[in-house]
T-cell receptor
Framework: KAGVTQTPRYLIKTRGQQVTLSCSPISGHRSVSWYQQTPGQGLQFLFEYFSETQRNKGNFPGRFSGRQFSNSRSEMNVSTLELGDSALYLC?????????????FGPGTRLTVL | QQQVKQSPQSLIVQKGGISIINCAYENTAFDYFPWYQQFPGKGPALLIAIRPDVSEKKEGRFTISFNKSAKQFSLHIMDSQPGDSATYFCAASKDNYGQNFVFGPGTRLSVLP
């Protein structure tokens, strides 16, 4: 069974630009969550989607947005990039998104903002 | 109150030794406590998890001890191996759905051969 895939794996952008990251969950998984990982702040929850609906959102500004498609694939968008947005962005999928359902993480997209 | 504290920040253990990582939380609404293992260049992977209705859970060499009254939980890795060298994160969740986890800052474990 294929794992969670994220594209691209690496990305370099400049301040002010926008970026879209993609996540393909494990087949059959309907919940997709996004996390930001930085050395200073650690792993922080961005948002979670289930059946194309955002069910939960972390404490991030509105520049961070996402969506989920009918095939459960998800995209995350960051507009007006800032230097502090440089991070590893992780996507995780699970069957239903219930907290004790195991979530499987992808390898992440490393975003560098110059 | 949403914070999960984790210590130590880094840990060096000899092969065959016991690795112990501790976490503490404040929000008593948390009801699910997983531990994740992350290798460089990879996403975190679930190692073991516990609900607050039990005080201990063991899976192979990995054991979670949970102290509800102290709001603390810990990961014990018995017979530590060089292949266990990774970063370990504790986490907590209070949502029945939404995968809204609060993570500890992580512990970098090095097991010397």
């Amino acid at each position: 069974k294929a794992g969670v895939t994220q594209t691209p794996r690496y990305l370099i952008k400049t301040r002010g630009q926008q970026v879209t990251l993609s996540c393909s969950p494990i087949s059959g998984h309907r919940s997709v969550s996004w996390y930001q990982q930085t050395p200073g702040q650690g792993l922080q929850f961005l948002f979670e989607y289930f059946s194309e609906t955002q069910r939960n959102k972390g404490n991030f500004p509105g520049r961070f947005s996402g969506r989920q498609f009918s095939n459960s694939r998800s995209e995350m968008n960051v507009s007006t990039l800032e230097l502090g947005d440089s991070a590893l962005y992780l996507c995780a999928s699970s069957w239903t998104g219930i907290s004790y359902n195991e979530q499987f993480f992808g390898p992440g997209t490393r975003l560098t903002v110059l | 109150q949403q914070q999960v504290k984790q210590s130590p920040q880094s840990l060096i253990v000899q092969k065959g030794g016991i690795s112990i990582i501790n976490c503490a939380y404040e929000n008593t609404a948390f009801d699910y406590f997983p531990w994740y293992q992350q290798f460089p260049g990879k996403g975190p992977a679930l190692l073991i998890a516990i609900r607050p209705d039990v005080s201990e859970k063991k899976e192979g060499r990995f054991t979670i001890s949970f102290n509800k009254s102290a709001k603390q939980f810990s990961l014990h890795i018995m017979d530590s191996q060089p292949g266990d060298s990774a970063t370990y994160f504790c986490a907590a969740s209070k949502d029945n759905y939404g995968q809204n986890f609060v993570f500890g800052p992580g512990t970098r474990l090095s097991v010397l051969p």
